[in-house]
């Protein structure tokens, strides 16, 4: 009796604040419920300016769209009762459901952002997320944990959880945690090792929003390994000549014989650096013999790769040296530097035909390189012989100056003898 | 046959009375007389460049998408061209050097009094002339340097209150440098200068023909007290010999500096690319540019680069009329002047240095 | 020249004289003036200006086809449509990283084939990696040439 009389003191004075409030805000639509969330503690909490940026408060959705209840009451009993719908804190298993109870409704979508896929949540339910979650494991990502809550930001938004640039860090959160992780009996290198690879630094340094980050290669509602026999797909959506010279070499069935991942073999996963020759050598970093026998028929063809490739790569250097010095001496040599690139632009293609594995291809494009970095290795040349040619020509005109300077000096003491 | 030729024009315009005063003209001869050079080789520079850039007009473009291409094949592919563009840019940088030691040599031979005030504001103008040429030269080839050096220098201009915004948008020819400030600059550079510098340079050198050599008061005193130290040359043959001395000496100095050190030409403006680190103005613009980075940003409620900008005319100004400030003082007392010679001489030399060395 | 120290007069032959002055004066005229007729001479490559470059001839290309140019110091790429008439111009230099793009004339389309990136035929970025469309370039065909031009700047 004294307990409710008390509520009833309680419900009265915060539906006077309430009213205040509602009075001071005349003329927006009421939404109570941030009345007193904005005051309460997370998780609970929400306050107005973190609601305002979420892209559902801007379309002109409210609290009571996701949980339900009435937000026009300033009667906490009434706007949080059953009666009225109110769902109260959602379950996590509830989450995806939810979501896609209007993203996944192509008609509801069309009112908001017609050009808004709606298959997040099938996605998500192919998803090793969405799986394990269906299995009863409240642990894996739903759509909040990714997307956050309450300040949901279109992917474009700079600021967003999924953003291009935040991406791996959101999924970190969770796969870098080793803790966390530990039923699941995963890595937690991934995050590390993409922050060493040279798609994070095109990303990150390079501010190539189009480089790959986690989502571009798992996808991101349907998350999941792309798996050993689809490693070379994923790479080839932006590798095209890399997989198809793969996917027709011997590499190819021999590496699907043995199960081994594609690509992953020598580049491995998640930090591909970038590729160097050295790759082909016996070194620290070559990747051939750990397979391959030391004189065996495919050792010959590496032999042979590797050096017809240093060699295009030491003629682009002499002639890079050359070019540079007769720049430094004074010589305009800007059109032979500029053909540098259609060199460099050889060397690249000729390292790219390495996934033939075949040494004839590769000379074949060693040598469109060769003609065109010894072009320009000859035009530094030239332009030293040039140089040459200028200083002789300001000697004999230094000389002819000297005999003048000479014969001006005897005219004048000449004159004044 | 020559002479026959001078005979007959000698008898329908009476050369030789055009030629008398040349005869006559006469130099002192003293151990400063290597000073008074420098005007002659200032001029022979000039005439250098009036006939490099004439040269360089057979080929280049003004215009925002042609002017460096243009350069670009003068180096590159005409014959020679690279020397031509060498020597002009050499000489342009000599002339500055020359045209400085010309000025502060008159300053500490004193040679400015009376009666030859004019001719030192003339000269004081021709070397405003100068940095003028120097500044609208140096956009011309439409590189990056020269593209920001132009928005800063013309950002300068801008900063004089009232009339720096409408120099500035008759300077650029709009309120960004842009292809319409590259034509502007080539009609200065080309047109407007040479005009003002031909009248300046006759005005000049009658001056001089007039009044003859001026002789170092110290000098003049020895001579006074003992008449028979009194030397001179004759202009003609004698000291036109050694001046010519002069020339082939400057000659061959720019052939070497264009050979072994041809002027670099840079990458194409970009008006939209970023500003290249460190870019700073031509050397003889430098002391003034880093004189204004010493300026505070605010001077009680004035701007501090106004105030830098305003203090750089008014000194400019103050220089110019500087032969009406040297009084003849009694009793021999030392005039100051030369301590403020020196000490602008010092000035110029340490903040161009300091300027150069400063990041 | 500062110090003029005074040499005993001593009797110079003129015949030295003239031998160095006018041999001097000569030789250095000479080459001073050598090199400013040799720049008198205008250059075997005519200077076309980068504003308009002969891309092609008329017929180099066949329909559906395309053809790499210098325009200045990058590369152009020019397509023949497949009706055999209309010519399009563009930047070849990918706007990703600078890949030297390639016509496709079976998908109608510019490709480059560093990254997959995809282009239209009038250089806007389709799919893949570029961040921008490629420059597009103006084509005339005057008699059997076909120049191409850019779009001139203030």
């Known amino acids: 009796m004294l307990r409710n009389n008390l509520r009833r003191v309680r419900r009265t004075a915060i539906g006077g604040i309430v009213l205040l409030a509602a009075c001071l805000s005349f003329g927006q639509a009421p939404n109570t419920c941030l009345d007193c969330h904005s005051a309460l503690p997370e998780p609970q909490g929400v306050t107005q300016e973190k609601f305002a940026q979420d892209i559902h408060a801007q379309k002109g959705l409210t609290c009571a769209s996701c949980h339900g209840g009435d937000p026009t009451s300033m009667d906490m009993t009434v706007a949080m009762s059953k009666a009225k719908g109110w769902k109260g804190h959602i379950d996590k298993k509830q989450v995806p459901a939810l979501c896609g109870s209007c993203h996944s409704d192509p008609n509801f979508m069309k009112q908001y952002n017609p050009g808004l896929r709606t298959d997040q949540l099938s996605q998500y339910h192919t998803s090793m997320h969405g799986k394990q979650l269906a299995a009863g494991n409240s642990k894996v990502a739903v759509c909040t944990d990714c997307h956050s809550v309450h300040d949901i930001k279109p992917p474009s938004d700079q600021h967003s959880t999924v953003y291009p640039l935040n991406v791996a860090k959101t999924c970190s959160k969770c796969h870098a945690d080793a803790n966390y992780m530990k039923p699941f009996g995963i890595a937690t290198n991934q995050y590390a090792n993409y922050t060493t690879s040279v798609h994070y630094d095109a990303l990150t340094k390079g501010g190539d929003l189009s480089a790959p980050t986690c989502v571009t290669c798992h996808g991101n509602h349907g998350a999941t390994p792309p798996g050993v026999d689809k490693v070379q797909n994923v790479c080839a959506t932006c590798h095209v000549f890399q997989a198809q010279m793969y996917g027709k070499s011997t590499h190819f069935k021999a590496f699907q014989d043995k199960n081994l991942p594609g690509c992953v073999v020598c580049h491995s996963n998640h930090a591909i650096h970038p590729p160097t020759d050295a790759m082909l050598d016996t070194g620290k970093q070559g990747v051939c013999m750990s397979c391959h026998k030391p004189g065996d028929k495919c050792d010959v063809a590496r032999v042979n790769i590797l050096s017809s490739l240093t060699k295009l790569d030491q003629t682009i250097t002499s002639a890079n040296q050359i070019l540079h010095l007769a720049e430094s001496s004074g010589m305009e040599v800007s059109a032979a530097l500029g053909a540098q690139d259609q060199a460099r632009d050889a060397l690249t293609k000729a390292r790219v035909t390495i996934h033939t594995y075949q040494p004839s291809l590769v000379a074949a494009e060693v040598q469109n390189g060769m003609k065109i970095a010894n072009a320009n290795f000859k035009a530094g040349q030239d332009a030293m012989v040039e140089r040459n040619h200028r200083r002789i020509g300001l000697g004999i005109c230094l000389i002819a100056i000297a005999f003048a300077l000479f014969g001006l000096w005897l005219l004048i003491k000449k004159i004044e003898a | ?359 | 020249m500062c110090s003029e120290n005074v040499v005993n007069p001593e009797p110079v032959r003129r015949g030295l004289i003239g031998l160095f002055l006018g041999g001097g004066l000569l030789a250095t005229f000479a080459s001073f003036i050598y090199p400013v007729l040799r720049y008198f001479v205008p250059p075997q490559v005519a200077d076309l200006g980068v504003d308009e470059v002969v891309a092609a001839k008329v017929g180099d290309l066949k329909p559906n086809a395309s053809a790499i140019f210098r325009f200045g110091s990058k590369p152009g790429l020019l397509i023949l449509d497949a009706d055999g008439e209309t010519y399009h111009a563009v930047s070849a230099s990918c706007t990703h990283l600078g890949c030297t793009v390639q016509y496709k004339g079976d998908a109608k389309e510019i490709w480059c084939p560093c990254h997959n990136g995809v282009y239209n035929m009038n250089g806007a970025n389709v799919s893949g990696p570029p961040p921008r469309p490629l420059q597009k370039f103006n084509v005339h065909v005057r008699g059997d040439q076909i120049f191409v031009s850019r779009n001139t700047e203030a």
């Open chain 2, 1 to 359: 046959m020559l002479k026959k030729i001078i005979d007959w024009l000698d008898e329908r315009l009476h050369l030789d009375g055009l030629l008398e005063p040349f005869r006559h003209k006469t130099v002192p001869t003293h151990k400063l007389s290597c000073w008074y050079f420098f005007g002659g080789i200032t001029l022979f520079l000039f005439l250098i460049q009036l006939l490099t850039g004439i040269l360089l007009l057979l080929y280049y473009k003004p215009g925002a998408n042609e002017a460096f291409e243009s350069v670009q094949y003068i180096v590159t592919r005409v014959q020679f061209g690279w020397l031509i563009r060498s020597i002009h840019s050499w000489s342009a940088n000599l002339m500055v050097f020359t045209a400085v030691a010309h000025m502060f040599s008159v300053l500490f031979l004193k040679a400015y009094r009376k009666p030859r005030e004019l001719t030192w504001i003339t000269g004081m103008l021709l070397l405003f002339l100068v940095m003028g040429f120097g500044f609208s030269g140096y956009l011309l080839p439409w590189n990056q340097l020269a593209f920001f050096a132009t928005t800063v220098g013309t950002q300068m201009a801008g900063q004089v209150p009232l009339i720096g915004q409408p120099i500035l948008i008759f300077l650029r020819g709009g309120p960004e440098v842009t292809g319409a400030t590259l034509t502007r600059f080539f009609g200065f550079h080309v047109a407007v200068l040479p005009g003002l510098v031909f009248v300046l340079i006759a005005i000049h050198l009658f001056f001089v023909q007039r009044q003859g050599m001026s002789v170092p008061p110290k000098v003049e005193k020895e001579w006074e007290q003992n008449p028979s130290l009194r030397r001179e040359m004759k202009f003609f043959p004698n000291f036109a010999l050694r001046e010519m001395m002069a020339w082939y000496v400057a000659i061959g100095a720019l052939g070497v500096l264009a050979a072994l050190f041809p002027w670099d030409l840079g990458v194409k403006a970009d008006p939209f690319g970023a500003a290249a680190a460190g870019i700073k103005p031509e050397w003889y613009f430098l002391f003034m540019y880093q004189t204004l980075k010493f300026i505070p940003a605010h001077i009680g409620f004035i701007d501090g680069e106004v105030l830098g900008i305003m203090g750089c005319g008014v000194v400019a100004l103050l220089w110019m009329l500087l032969p009406f400030f040297d009084r003849e003082r009694a009793g021999g007392k030392k005039s100051w002047m030369t301590g403020i010679g020196i000490f602008a001489l010092v000035y110029v030399i340490v903040f161009t240095v300091y300027g150069y060395v400063a990041k």
